[in-house]
């Protein structure tokens, strides 16, 4: 291509904390506006902020996993602004001193070599409430409504180096960024829901050349898969004003789900000045290098490396690896099976399938199985003490992890047990041998097939709960006598 | 019963021993407030039937046995600190009506303690000025001469004897200089010493809560009360582990009072007098007199302002008319911004955000902000250098006598009238005034500024002064 791609991207993570950064509101989300409110985190007059320990703590940790540098005394600026989502007219941020500087992130670029991606800050800050804007009386005809419940939510906003070559490294990048956050339960990073937010500088310039090309910004999108499609669209769109030997201008543009295009938000001359200084009214924040380390020692084993111990530990395939560890909570789930069952690709199946499935038809985490590693264990020595068959099992796993109820309570209750008794099969072997003739006609005629519908019929006649190998063997003995 | 004779301590010890009851006291007191008020604007809100019920309750918790130190002591309290049960108007008309959710943690440890909020006072354009010539309830007259400010409507309350003790906040100087012309005590704490919750702070840097009371020793009994960690304000912390006094032996012969020369050169003839005398009252005590420099009092005053007026234009921007407020009718929300502050601000507050705004601005930050943290600095260098060789300093509190309420004096003049006040505040060291002498029958007060935590040696030897003068 004639010209190289250069992104940098800006990320906005909502940090994991029972409170607020300046408040004891909670740090939750509920529907009803401004119910996680107080009269600190609405800004009266006399109020002031009390910083939160916890947050703190996280945006440690955020900073020690994504390979910081931690400033031992760095403290908080008032980033001074007006609208009606910020209730003091300015946010609480760092500025001047970030708590991390100088991180990465390994990815994998295009060509699939190592890239190092520069997070040359990672600083703590305030969120802001929610502009609602509906349609009503006023003189323009519509109203707009503010919920402050989020306002004053601890974030911690972390930002690359011009680093990123493709939307798809983009993407990459955001995906490991993700995985190391909720990895270290700094965040749980849904950008759905808003606890990650993204935007993008992108610039280009000729391939080879030294000076970056004029960047522009973009702002609201609302997935990975936007992140990437908002940045091809762009540099399209940069690269085709470049081509007709004009000049990319600086600007901010929002990027339209709708319509898949940029439109231009704002201007350089509508630039603001944010008047940055140090909030007088907190302490600034002294951190001991024993702290530091500290955390940095009790970082958890990140995805990649747990997917590689898994493959060289359990021999399980590279896939299953993968998906295993795409969360943390799953892996610790699939271990805390293997403790109870050890057969990794047994329980890697049945974690992958089943636990999956349901999981994501309730919308659960791992974390929040209600079918528990022990009922896991359970379930499998059922089927290994040929207590019931591999389709019962789903079955019983499926009734478990709806009802809460144990493996073994589900399969007494509803009487599952598999039935390995031979009189009682014998005979019902025999009565599907007496309705089938045809059927036993085209085995004998060398139709294999038709031994498995006769299984089949067996199992239907048992309403699932024939022991199938014994079937199997049964019949056979019978038809060749 | 004069309130302005006796002592906190008497008062309460009567209370308590049921000489006369809370409630006859607050009842006394308030009917004296009409009459000592006359003609001075002391108050923006009187306590009336909430100051009754709170001495009842005061009565009823003596008659279960808890011994309160502040037995229905009456005090009032500046209208930028917020007591949820009377209006806060906060200085601004916009506010007059305004119940704050929040009721400041001096105010409640003094409440806790058995005194008794029987009103809240005067004071300038959103809490900034020391001179109350910008309130937009007019300004409070001088109890000593009526034609000329009080500079803290609190100071005004405790010198007529309306009240025994006002609890006011002090920035730039606003505490210190209303008891020095009103010829009473006033104390602005250590940095961390008092929790700042619930003042509205125009300038966090240097707002400080602090007491003014008709002598030192009413001033001490109240101290310990209101000082102390508090969760609620991050400066409290230097106190999370208790306070650690700073007490020089009260011998008068082992204090060493530094006597910056220099200073009072700024001053007129006749004022210069009144401190030269206080010096020799001083030496004839047996304190030991050396002459110390304060160089850095013209930039200091500078700095104060370059970094009182950035602040105020942040923290004010909150009254956006959303949450609290008169909110003006526009049709869109830059012209609703617009109407609310124009409600909202006075002329004063207004220009002190604009100057804020315009100190923090692009290119500006460097040349002004940044270079007054750094006076800020030096300023601080100073003090303490000069208190190595010194226990406390003397400074004069104002440079002039109170403003006139009529005439014109220009804003510059009145930023001015803080050079002895505002360098202290940016020491972060206490500083006491009291009463020095007098000029035309009207009072004038000197500074002990002493290193941090030492406010009692400060109040031992300010009383000290008093009793023999």
């Not at chain 2, 709170?54 to 930028?80: E, F, N, S, T, Y």
């Not at chain 2, 002090?170 to 619930?198: E, K």
Request: proline share 5%; aromatic share 6%.
């Amino acid at each position: 291509m004639k010209y190289e791609v250069v992104i940098g991207l800006e990320v906005h993570v909502e940090l994991l904390t029972r409170c607020k950064l300046f408040c004891s509101c909670p740090n939750s989300f509920v529907p009803e506006p401004n119910v996680n409110t107080c009269p600190i985190c609405l800004g009266f007059p006399g109020t002031l902020p009390q910083m939160s320990s916890e947050a703190l703590q996280q945006a440690l940790i955020a900073a020690v996993a994504l390979n910081c540098e931690v400033a031992l005394y760095s403290y908080f600026d008032r980033k001074n602004y007006f609208y009606p989502d910020m209730p003091k007219g300015y946010q609480i941020s760092q500025y001047f001193v970030p708590l991390g500087s100088n991180g990465h992130l390994m990815i994998k670029d295009d060509r699939g070599e190592n890239n190092k991606v520069v997070i040359e800050r990672v600083h703590m800050e305030e969120d802001a409430g929610k502009l609602i804007h509906a349609p009503g009386s006023g003189a323009s005809g519509s109203t707009s409504m503010v919920d402050y419940n989020r306002a004053g939510v601890p974030l911690i906003e972390i930002v690359t180096g011009p680093d990123l070559r493709s939307p798809l490294e983009a993407r990459r990048y955001l995906e490991k960024l993700k995985s190391v956050m909720q990895y270290t339960r700094v965040s749980d990073c849904k950008m759905e829901e808003g606890s990650l937010r993204c935007d993008a500088n992108v610039s280009l310039r000729l391939s080879g050349s030294q000076p970056y090309g004029t960047k522009t910004e973009l702002k609201n999108m609302n997935s990975f898969r936007a992140v990437e499609k908002s940045l091809e669209h762009e540099i399209k769109r940069q690269a085709a004003t470049l081509e007709r030997g004009d000049n990319v201008i600086t600007q901010t543009l929002r990027w339209d789900e709708n319509t898949q295009e940029t439109i231009v938000m704002r201007g350089k001359l509508e630039a603001q000045d944010y008047r940055c200084f140090a909030d007088p009214e907190l302490a600034p924040i002294k951190l001991k290098a024993e702290e530091v380390e500290k955390a940095r020692e009790a970082l958890p084993e990140m995805a990649e490396a747990r997917a590689q111990r898994f493959i060289n530990d359990y021999k399980l395939p590279e896939y299953d690896a993968g998906v295993l560890t795409a969360s943390r909570s799953l892996a610790d789930y699939f271990e805390s099976c293997l403790k109870l069952y050890n057969n990794p690709k047994e329980v890697s199946n049945w974690v992958m399938g089943e636990i999956c499935a349901h999981l994501n038809n309730a919308g659960l985490d791992a974390g929040q199985c209600p079918f528990q590693p022990e009922d896991m264990a359970e379930l499998l020595k059922m089927i290994d003490d040929d207590l019931i068959n591999g389709k019962i099992a789903k079955e019983v796993l499926e009734k478990a992890f709806l009802s809460g109820k144990s493996p073994r309570q589900v399969v007494e209750e509803e009487n599952l047990v598999q039935i390995s008794d031979h009189s009682e099969l014998e005979a019902i072997v025999n009565q599907v041998i007496k309705d089938n003739p045809d059927s036993i006609e085209s085995y004998r005629g060398g139709k294999t097939r038709a031994l498995g519908f006769l299984v089949g019929q067996v199992m239907k006649a048992t309403g699932g709960k024939a022991n199938p190998q014994l079937v199997n063997e049964l019949l056979i003995k019978k038809i060749d006598g | 019963m004069e309130l302005r004779k006796t002592t906190v301590h008497r008062v309460a010890e009567a209370v308590l021993q049921g000489e006369i009851t809370a409630h006859q006291l607050i009842d006394i007191t308030l009917k004296n407030c009409g009459v000592l008020n006359e003609g001075l604007n002391i108050f923006t809100a009187v306590a009336g039937v909430d100051a009754s019920e709170q001495a009842r309750a005061v009565d009823q918790k003596i008659k279960q046995g808890k011994k309160l130190p502040l037995a229905g002591i009456p005090v009032v309290v500046k209208d930028d600190l917020c007591y949820g049960v009377l209006p806060t108007s906060l200085g601004s008309s916009a506010f007059s009506e305004f119940i704050s959710p929040v009721t400041a943690t001096a105010v409640e440890r003094l409440m806790d303690a058995g005194a008794v909020v029987i009103g809240k006072t005067n004071l300038d354009d959103m809490g900034q000025g020391s001179t109350t010539l910008s309130s937009p309830r007019g300004a409070t007259a001088n109890p000593w001469q009526a034609e000329r400010t009080a500079g803290s409507a609190g100071a005004a309350a405790v010198a007529t004897g309306i009240c025994m003790l006002a609890v006011e906040s002090d920035s730039g100087g606003a505490l210190r200089q209303g008891a020095s012309h009103c010829g009473v005590a006033g104390l602005r704490p250590t940095t961390g010493r008092v929790s700042r919750y619930g003042l509205n702070a125009h300038c966090s840097s240097f707002a400080r809560v602090g007491v003014t009371a008709f002598s030192c020793e009413n001033i001490s009994g109240v101290l310990d009360i209101i000082s102390g960690f508090d969760e609620r304000d991050a400066a409290t912390a230097v106190c999370r582990d208790g306070i650690q006094e700073n007490i020089k032996a009260p011998g008068s012969e082992d204090i060493t009072i530094g006597y910056p020369v220099t200073v009072f050169d700024f001053l007129e003839p006749e004022l210069r007098e009144v401190f030269e005398q206080a010096r020799d009252e001083f030496a004839g005590h047996g304190y030991k007199i050396k002459e110390i420099e304060l160089g850095l009092l013209r930039e200091g005053l500078q700095a104060y302002y370059v970094i009182a007026l950035a602040e105020a234009s942040s923290s004010h921007a909150r009254f956006d008319g959303i949450r609290f407020g008169k909110t003006g009718a526009a049709d869109n929300l830059h012209n609703m911004y617009f109407q609310s502050r124009a409600e909202i601000l006075g002329q004063e507050a207004r220009r002190r955000s604009i100057f804020g705004t315009f100190l923090l601005g692009k290119g500006n930050y460097g040349r002004y902000y940044r270079q007054a943290s750094k006076i800020w600095q030096m300023v601080r260098w100073e003090f303490e250098g000069a208190l190595k060789d010194c226990d406390l300093l003397m400074l004069p509190t104002s440079k002039n006598l109170p403003r006139p309420l009529q005439g014109q004096s220009s804003f510059l003049d009145q930023w001015s009238d803080d050079l002895f006040c505002a360098p202290v505040s940016l020491s972060g060291l206490p500083a006491l005034t009291i009463p020095a002498g007098q000029i035309e029958q009207h009072p004038v007060g000197m500074q002990l500024v002493g290193p941090p935590f030492s406010e009692k040696t400060l109040l031992n030897v300010g009383s000290a002064s008093e009793h023999k003068n």
